[in-house]
């Protein structure tokens, strides 16, 4: 960047104000309610030190598990997310027939509403008469039906299984753009040098692709952190006590009941997981870029 | 602000109805109102008599009412939301309890005084009770609250295999291994709805039998649900029930709407009900008798009293909403006696709504059943604090127990971590 042309400060001031008043302060306000005994029980407001993030971390709550859910959730997504989108694109960028009912037909539960598609796949996923194993036991294939949504062991795959389905179309299409605005000639020259499929692939679409890569998986860390609606509308937490509960899940429950202050407890920590990713998720994004 | 022409026709409209029938009510004075309410309430509470009521009261007063329904497992946090964001819909549905609707839904902030309304005096005194802080009516009842949960059962099946109405949990086990021999499901049970399943801890009423003055002691703190001989027994129970098959494979996620569907069926037996469960299972098949459907208390803990709440699903109007007098119409028209009638005709399990213009539809097997269990006593719901509200984090914890991922003392210990929660964030200065 030439340091001649930076504008003056004073340029992004207005930016600035309405993100300080809009975003930054309401999120300021609520880490120091995580410190208090706000609730919708009392109208005395009392500070309680860490009280509400030693519940959070306590052995006796289902916190840390909720946790650790949000995490495998975001980690689990992401990967297979970007695997499966990569995997697509490639496919859809090669002369196929229909090539754009194709990736339309992929992109497509991305632009469905989220609470729409929990709803039918709760159907789909009935143990009993859903689809799936409904499909499953016409083929003679009735040993794989399984309690999807209600059973402890299968009920948080599915949930992530579901919303891999939802958001793949959607990471699909940016990589789609990614391997398009690569030269052909690297490709030509490779294909004239003896390169294979996989050599082309290796060595040309993946580095070139790498910087896309990075973008979506900051979007699917994003989202996997900060999921909710997928998780509400199909399991809203359960079976049981906090088998697919997630982090907004838990903040909406604790806000429902009253508990404001251990729910913003919840988005504190949440808040500190985001700013930790959020920084080397900068780092990985910006280490290429030059600064002239 | 009406111009004149409307002021004008509007006085019009009251003047010729106030002069024709004496029993026309005063929400037909304004059929030319544009207003739309929102009504939010849980899955089952709105029921499609009452839509139907709506449609006329729409025809009638030209208000429309915009009913929003939710999924029972997702509806409390959804509620407690918009009231505690102040943005609730200008009606909600919320369970009526003495202790509940003040300390969760604040109903002195959150809901309009209903106690001059025509309909208030109407509405039973014990019915009332639950829904009043001191002196002041806030809600309206929606549901028979004389309705108790109990098993109902199919007559025929009974009959078919030779089997005798259970007075205890031994002989109910008896009668559920039989029926397991027959390839017959014993209980419908549904689980996803995260309430239904809580419904059999009514029978906590043993321990009030027990002690009776084990409510009064939980609600000064001075007694726990842990270590209780009988909640144990009750939950232990329970869990054997779900270990024997008594449920079925399925029982995690059935629904409560397909019950009837399930009892029709033949494929299940019983299923823990409140009086009314005949007449929805013949609205799904014509051919299956009303009659057909009997009744006994849940044998749980051997208890053979029978589980009395007067506290049920009930109107409130939010006290922040812009249509207070729109919502107030309805819920007169919905508490006339034309609209009781109609409700009790229409609705299976609405034998007898709790308001003294209500007509009584109690069926002889209703009756029967009712004479059967003279000894009535009140049950958690109404009578210990801060436990309606954890009615589905207790469910919660009992589907973890379900799943073998608490036991029976665990759930209880849980109790009374969730009221404790509750009491320390009320002040209550019983837990302080």
């Known amino acids: 960047m030439n340091k001649n042309k930076i504008y003056p400060w004073y340029f992004m001031a207005g930016a600035l104000v309405l993100y300080f008043v809009l975003f930054f302060l309401p999120g300021l306000i609520g880490v120091g309610y995580s410190f208090t005994n706000w609730s919708a029980y009392s109208t005395e407001l009392r500070f309680v030190g860490l009280d509400n993030f030693r519940t959070v971390f306590s052995a006796d709550e289902n916190y840390t598990k909720i946790i650790s859910n949000t995490l495998v959730f975001t980690f689990v997504t992401t990967i297979i997310k970007n695997a499966l989108g990569l995997l697509l694109a490639i496919l859809l960028t090669k002369s196929v027939r229909f090539l754009n009912l194709h990736r339309g037909i992929v992109f497509m539960p991305s632009v469905l509403s989220t609470l729409i598609i929990g709803m039918l796949f709760k159907s789909i996923l009935d143990a009993k008469s859903g689809l799936l194993n409904t499909f499953l036991r016409s083929c003679g294939l009735g040993f794989l039906a399984q309690k999807w949504l209600v059973s402890t062991e299968f009920a948080f795959g599915s949930v992530m299984a579901v919303d891999i389905w939802r958001g793949v179309g959607y990471i699909m299409t940016i990589m789609i753009a990614g391997i398009l605005s690569i030269s052909t000639d690297y490709y030509e020259a490779a294909e004239i040098d003896g390169a294979g499929s996989f050599a082309r692939f290796r060595y040309i679409t993946f580095p070139l692709i790498l910087p896309t890569l990075a973008t979506t998986t900051v979007l699917n860390i994003i989202y996997g952190l900060k999921v909710f609606d997928m998780v509400y509308a199909l399991t809203n937490g359960g079976p049981g006590k906090a088998t697919t509960e997630v982090l907004y899940t838990a903040v909406f429950k604790k806000f429902g009941t009253g508990q404001y202050a251990v729910g913003t407890a919840l988005s504190s920590v949440m808040f500190l997981i985001m700013l930790f990713v959020g920084y080397f998720m900068i780092r990985l994004m910006t280490r290429n870029e030059v600064i002239e | ?432």
């Open chain 2, 1 to 432: 602000m009406l111009n004149k022409h409307e002021k004008l026709m509007k006085a019009l409209a009251v003047s010729v109805l106030a002069g024709s029938m004496a029993a026309a009510l005063s929400f037909t004075a304004a059929a030319d109102e544009d207003v739309t309410i929102t009504y939010m309430a849980s899955q089952d509470w709105v029921q499609d008599a009452e839509m139907e009521l709506g449609e006329k009261f729409t025809e009638e007063t030209g208000i429309k009412v915009d009913y929003q329904i939710v999924p029972s497992d997702q509806y409390e946090s959804l509620l407690m939301t918009k009231l505690n964001t102040g943005e609730c819909t200008d009606l909600f549905g919320g369970q009526s309890s003495q202790f509940s609707i003040v300390n969760q839904f604040h109903v002195e902030e959150n809901a309009v005084d209903l106690t001059d309304e025509e309909w208030a005096e109407n509405v039973e005194p014990a019915a009332a009770f639950e829904l009043s802080v001191d002196g002041k009516l806030y809600g309206q009842p929606v549901q028979d609250v004389s309705a108790v949960w109990a098993v109902a059962y199919n007559r025929q099946i009974f009959e078919d295999l030779g089997l005798e109405i259970p007075t205890d949990y031994a002989s109910f086990c008896d009668v559920c291994d039989k029926l397991l021999e027959a390839d017959i499901i014993p209980v419908y049970e549904c689980v996803s709805d995260g309430w239904h399943h809580v419904c059999w801890t009514e029978k906590a009423i043993a321990a009030t039998e027990a002690d009776p003055e084990y409510p009064d002691k939980l609600n000064k703190n001075e007694a726990t649900f842990a270590g209780n001989e009988q909640l144990i027994t009750m939950f232990t129970e329970l869990k054997e029930m779900v270990d024997k098959g008594y449920f079925g494979d399925n029982y995690m996620s059935n629904q409560y709407a397909d019950a009837p569907a399930a009892i029709a069926s033949g494929e299940y037996a019983m299923v823990l009900y409140n009086q009314g469960l005949g007449v929805e299972v013949n609205a799904v098949d014509p051919d299956f008798p009303v009659d057909n459907i009997g009744y006994f208390v849940s044998p749980l803990c051997d208890n053979q009293s029978l589980n009395v709440n007067y506290c049920g699903p009930s109107r409130f109007i939010y006290s922040g909403s812009a249509n207070i007098d729109a919502a107030k119409k309805y819920l007169a028209y919905m508490a006339s006696d034309e609209s009781l009638a109609y409700m009790t005709e229409n609705v299976g399990k609405f034998n007898q709504l709790p308001y003294l213009n209500a007509p009584s539809a109690y069926s002889d097997v209703i009756q029967e059943f009712y004479d059967r269990y003279p000894n009535k006593v009140a049950v958690f719901q109404a009578s210990v604090k801060y436990y309606n509200p954890a009615w589905m984090d207790i469910g919660a914890d009992m589907s973890a127990m379900f799943l073998d991922e608490m036991t029976p003392e665990e759930v209880l210990e849980d109790i009374d971590k969730l009221r404790a929660e509750q009491a320390a964030a009320a002040s209550d200065e019983c837990w302080n």
